[in-house]
């Protein structure tokens, strides 16, 4: 079993950043994927970018391509969504999500366990 908490979301102007950090317990997440996944109202989950926990490669959505940024702090089971130049259409819910199999793949059935979710608004 493995608990996700997201947490870091909020309230920030066009423009603006944020920083999103979704730390892991339980079973051991040194093999597994993790990914962001966001949702907007009335809108289907997003994938926004994932990585492995070993090695250096992350995969991003074209939507946030040099905008966000994934990281990780492997020693404290914390992976890290850096998101600059916030614009009014990235406002969602938020989540991440670890996969037993390793890969990262952009559909949320890729996923074993979820988060609660944090929100994230830009206003205009």
Do not use: H
Not at 41 to 67: H, M, N, Q
Not at 95 to 111: E, Q, R
Request: net charge neutral; hydrophobic share 30%; with cysteine.
């Amino acid at each position: 079993q493995v608990q996700l908490v997201e947490s870091g979301g909020g309230l920030v102007q066009s423009g603006g950043s944020l920083r999103l950090s979704c730390v892991g317990s339980g079973r051991t997440v040194s093999s597994y994927s993790i990914a962001w996944f966001r949702q907007a109202p009335g809108k289907v989950l997003d994938f926004v970018g994932g990585t492995r926990w070993i090695g250096d490669r992350t995969y991003d959505a074209d939507s946030v391509k040099g905008r966000f940024t994934i990281s990780r702090d492997a020693a404290n089971n914390t992976v890290y969504l850096q998101m600059s130049s916030l614009k009014p259409e990235d406002t969602a819910e938020y989540y991440c999500a670890v996969g037993y199999s390793g890969s990262v793949y952009y559909t949320p059935s890729g996923y074993d366990y979820w988060g609660q979710g944090t929100q994230v608004t830009v206003s205009s």
